[in-house]
């Protein structure tokens, strides 16, 4: 791999850039445009002196020129020569200015035509940079400074642009042209703007650097330290964005703090380097002392730190210059040159060196007329140079390790110098006007794996770049005298943009993870718009131009653009893949193309199986010692391997198979058994025919790469083959291509056995493979069954005759590793199709062998025959039972239907499962079914003989039936197939404790769907086991009930009502009408717990609103016996639900009813809205007892309440009764017709309040009282009739139903609008004593007051009969019927 130049940012607008720079020039006249391009071609043609060009560049030279010629701008092409550019490191900045203007282009994203993201720079401000009259601009740099933020990871916060100007000035700017900072360090003109950032050490013992611009005048060098002028520049920034934003005048800054220093004893100096601090180790030291002092000289103290400063001219050459820093002892040989040297620091007062910060034109112009004060330089004297008065050094750049710079001069020389030492070590001739850069390279890491120092840190190899714009190339020098290791052949303007310095802000804290994203040397080239950055492999420094490695690498480079490119035709591969690799010479790299070239998917079988068959023959031809033997090893196991595909691909394609006649003598038992296990066999078909989606690319039909192939499998060093069983999706695919066509009847089966035993593979690892593919593709056995069945038991029977399959020293009377191992298989498959006729046949192959092995010794051993055979009845029941468990739980959900995907079992999954894992597999497609408890219990009680008879009935009124009525007798038929099959594991009082458990749990997981707890109610009411129903309701309420029931008590004691569907959302986590359904079915909960728990104490709940669902003996109920098939007695697992019922202990019958009380009122409230505290109504010991834990003995309430807290009570319950009157008074329904049996309308509403009063020691008659008047009350007099026979005070009911009475004959004789003549004269002869009573009752009070006379009537007469004689108001209800009786004969009339 050799260097390599490519282009990383597009520049834009860059003809606009030029005409706006050059636009005063575009005016000249036509003459002195010509004479521009006459200079411009003597100066072209003058490096022909030199020597150095030939015929070539010749043609270069005048391609470059007609180019030029075809620019449309009046300009000459080298514009770019005239500007002042600068390039910052992270290439999100360029600058480029020409006298008084500047233009800034920033980086910008875009897409190009190809759709790829490509950065491009733009420009974002131009303008003129000039404050003062006749000043330009003279240097540029543009440093990026980093972010402080915690979460930056080395990209720069912003980047300031610093101009230097022939006026003396140096100014800040923003990348928006925005002025930050303006001062005059000196009065002569800025020759040269350098900064130096912070670079991590790479060695322990290198000094660490600070950060710092260095500006050079043509007498005096200033240094401004890195972090003040970081923290100035980034004040300066913030207070201009809030003058900004303010609308307020700019605060001017302080100056900045610097160090000046007066050159001496140089002509002329053009360009400078600051090396930085450096201090001379005790030789050096030692030396100086003895030459500038003499014999006698002493040397005391330690060495003083100095910063080292070089610069470029003449007279010298090239000068050193040493500046002492902080308070360190001087030398004593040489006090002279360190009083020369010391150390001062100017720093100005606010008010010097300032301009341009929105001062009005008056005071700027007062500010021209008067100079800033300058502060003199301290003196600093050369310490030694390099003289050659003939030769002007004319640029420095500095290396980036700081021991090294490149120097170029007037003579068209580069020369290179060591710093540390002083001296000139290598020289280049023939460049004039060269531009320098340096590029550090990092070792690889694949390299540093070869390196005999692979255990130090990774290398760095430090390149010289040399752009010669006279010859239009551009070459690459190794360091220090390394050759030229990369030349590139580029336009003759272009411009060598090279910063030397990273981001400014940095230190050995921040940098701490950071990866700095700049780019070291780049190539600015105007024609194009292009810029480009060199890549230069870590490799071409180790050696010369004949490196073996470089030449391998370049080699590999070749072959993998071969590989990639997709029109390479199959010969021509072969051949450039074949030299490849016989050229290359280092081992590791041949490895790694060989590899490449076998990972190539376009790459024909035959193609790799020649490259690596000539690439073998090389290697046995060379000598043992010289060949790497991992390597020869790679090449006879890839050739092996490719023999292997080939063969098994030519077996697969071979048209003529097997006969299997000389099995069906062996596949007798197995047809037997198909037959028996047909039906269900087509009906799970049927089912898991169902369409969906898949990929092609996941299809088993897709064919097997070689690449592949090779993956897969792995030689060992004693020619064994191995699968390597990464993914199992591989794992199939090399499976089908495989067996596949064996168990098709495709491919020849004993052939591909003894083609794969010879190759070396494991007969284990091929029976696996087998087996994988079988139960893989369970759709496309079961399409034939019969026929891939039989190639099945062919290829079991060769694999296991192959050598190391079945041990010949196994014992009869153990299990078969052989066997275990499809058994294992089987059990662990959920394909329970194939798995089944899988044991079948391997049952049946199993029989055969250990029949032949007994014929073979003569002799029977049936203690092995059943040991062996017994394991595989057993697998065999067990994946029936499971095929048909399977087939019922893949019947598809009803439309609309929850429960997530399809739940797959094995015999593995059901064992893991426990002996509950059966029925909770039953119990989850119980609820994907929606199915009713009713309809289950029916289908778990159908007797053996009704059964039939009932199922023929259905078949003969099928066809008048529709087709989601035989898919419901269908299920039925499975689901009662599958509890024959698991008598026990199904019974019925554990299916439906599970499906009890599965509904509330998914309840659990949406409370927003009461119907799933109800149905978890109706499963548990069916159970008639009541241990089990005991335990299954205790641990509902503990796990799932009690926290959401406490915490709707504690909401509605809060707001006292029923609380709104926001607050029931937030504190119980269900809306309102949840909450009233969850409080129903709590009160469910507990009044199963306490019937059942009564009927286990002999104690029966006298609660009778609610049906009785337990059983009604009253001896003493024995605890179930739970069982398990015995196929099914290994199960291992968690415990079923049942048993856990089971442990439960038993509840306090006390508890449970004062929950009951508590939960029956809330639901109570929020059915009829009813204001009420709920805790409110009990007292402090009622209080303390809610929500315990309902197997302990709390303390109670006893004895007489409170009758404030009765009438309390007392209250609440009439306010139930009256608003249950008010609901079940609906228009639309008629008054005969029967109240449903839940909600608001339920008919035991009246019945559960006065229970409740009997239980809160309210007066049941009172209850009784008010309904009866609140029935009158709202019209129901046929209700209110039979609700008055439960009534036992009949005189005050008479009294209140005598006041009602007048009120309604109120209303029809006086505020009745439609009054009758009759009723006006019967008014006019009442007695004078009921005609008062009958004004001054209200009618307003009744809810309805049109009932009819005749309900009046009847009314009346109840009154009479309940009245006796002696009553005080008997009197009055005669006048009443008598008033009635002639209003009813009136209204007759």
Known sequence: MSCSLYEFCRLQELKTVRDYLFQNQGKESAEEKNQTAENELSWDTSDWESGWDNGDNKEEESASSAKAEEEPSGQSPPWLQDCT????????????????????????????????????????????????????????????????????????????????????????????????????????????????????PRHPGVTEQHEELSILYPAALVTIDGFSLFQSLRACRNQVARAAAAGSDVVPPPPLAYKKWGLQEMDTIVDHSSVGVMTLCVFDQMKNASILGGFNASVK????????????????????????????????????????????????????GWLGWNKNKNEEEAAQKQKPKVEPATPLGIRFGLPDSRRHG??????????????????????????????????????????????????????????????????????LIIYAPRRGILEVWAMQRGPRVGAFTVGKHCRLLYAGYHLMGVNSVTSQGWQLHTQQVCLLDPTAGALRTINIPFHLALSDKKNERARDMHLLKRLSAVLKSRDVDPETLEREAKGALLEIKHPAIKKQALESLLSNRSAPVSCLTNVTSALHDALQQQDAEEVEASLLQLCSSRLKLLQLYADIQQLRSDANTEGCSGNQDSLEGVEEELARVGPTLQRYARLCSKPSVSFAQDSPDTPLSAQAFLTQLECAEDGEVKVNRSSEAE?????????????????????????????????????????????????????????????????????????????????????SPWWQQVRLTCIQSHNAAAALLAALVAHSATKTSITSRADSKLHSEWEAVSLELEQWVVCVRQLEDVLVLQTLLLVPSPQGAT?????????????????????????????????????????????ETGDKKEQKEVGDEAGEKEKSQEEADETAELLLAVCQRFPDSLSPDLLFAHCSWEYVVQWNKDPEEPRYLYSAMEHLKVISSPHIQLGISTMMWSTFIVKRFSAAAFLME???????????????????????????????????????????????????????????????????????????????????????????????????????????????????????????????????????????????????????????????????????????????CPASAPLPSDGPKADWWPSLCIDLGSLLQVNPDILRRHLVCELYNQGLDPRAEEAMLQVEDKDVLGSQLLVLTGQRLSYSLLHNQNQTHAAMELLARLPPTLCTWLKAMDPSELRCPLVSLTETSRLVSRLTEMLPENHAQYSLALHLLEAVDVLSLSAGD
């Open 301 to 352: 103290g330690s060495p003083p730190a100095m910063s080292q400063f070089v610069t470029v001219g003449s007279g010298p050459y090239t000068g050193f210059y040493y500046a002492v820093e902080g308070n360190s002892q001087p030398l004593l040989s040489h006090v002279a040159l360190a009083v020369a040297s010391k150390l001062t620091s100017a720093l100005f007062n606010a008010a010097s």
């Open 731 to 815: 794992w199939n695919q090399l499976g089908n291509f495989l067996f596949w066509g064996c168990l098709c009847g495709q491919s020849p089966t004993h052939k591909v056995c003894d083609t794969l035993q010879l190759a070396g593979l494991r007969p284990q690892q091929l029976l696996s493979l087998v087996m994988s593919v079988w139960l893989q593709r369970e759709k496309e056995v079961l399409q034939r069954p019969v026929e891939t069945v039989r190639n099945l038991h062919t290829l079991l029977i060769a694999l296991s005759n192959m050598d190391g399959a079945v041990d010949e020293s196994w014992d009869p009377q153990s299990v």
């Open 394 to 463: 004319e640029s420095i750049c500095l290396s980036p390790c700081n021991t090294l710079a490149g120097v170029t001069d007037d003579f068209g020389r580069v020369a290179l110098l060591d710093l540390m030492r002083g001296v000139t070590i290598r020289m280049w001739k023939g460049y004039r006007d060269a531009q320098l850069g340096w590029l550090q390279v990092q070792e690889e890491r694949g390299d540093r794996e070869f390196s005999p120092s692979a255990s130090l840190p990774r290398r760095h190899a430090l390149f």
């Open 899 to 943: 429960g997530g995907a399809v739940v797959q079992c094995s015999i593995k999954t059901l064992l893991e499962g426990g002996t509950g894992g059966i029925a909770d597999s039953v119990s989850k497609w119980v609820f994907r079914q929606s199915m009713a408890p009713e309809r289950l219990k029916e289908i778990l009680q159908r007797k």
């Open 85 to 200: 550019v600068s390039l910052s490191p992270c290439a999100d900045l360029l600058v480029v200015a020409r006298e008084q203007k500047a233009a800034f282009l920033s980086a910008k994203w875009r897409t190009d035509d190809g759709g790829r993201e490509e950065m491009t720079l733009a420009v974002s401000w131009s303008g003129a940079l000039c404050t003062e009259e006749g000043e330009r601009v003279s240097s540029v740099i543009a440093i990026p400074l980093a972010s402080q933020k915690r979460s930056s990871t080395g990209r720069p916060d912003w980047t300031c642009v610093v101009v230097g100007f022939t006026s003396g000035y140096v100014r800040f700017y923003t990348e928006s042209g925005v002025l930050l900072l303006a001062q005059l360090l000196h009065v002569d003109p800025v020759l040269r703007l350098k900064c130096r950032t912070y670079e991590i």
């Open 1054 to 1228: 809060k707001v006292g009502k029923a609380p709104k569907d926001r607050l029931c959302r937030r504190d119980v986590g269900m809306g309102d009408k949840a909450m009233t359904s969850f409080l129903g079915c709590c009160v469910q909960l507990l009044q199963i717990l306490m019937e059942v728990t009564g009927l286990l104490v002999k104690n029966q709940s006298s609660l009778s609103f609610i049906p009785f669902y337990a059983d009604s003996a009253m001896e003493e109920v024995p605890a179930p016996e739970l069982s398990v098939e015995e196929a099914w007695s290994g199960a291992e697992g968690p415990a079923s639900i049942a048993e856990l019922a089971l442990e439960q202990r038993g509840v306090h019958y006390p508890l449970v009813q004062h929950h009951w009380l508590l939960a029956s009122l809330m639901h109570a409230a929020m059915s009829f809205s009813v204001k009420v505290k709920p805790l409110g109504l009990f007292d402090s010991k009622g209080k303390n007892a809610f929500f315990r834990d309902l197997t302990t003995i709390q303390l109670m309430p006893s004895g007489d309440m409170d009758p404030g807290l009765i009438s309390v009570r007392q209250e609440f319950l009439l306010r139930v009764l009256t608003g249950w009157v008010q609901a079940i008074d609906d228009p639309s």
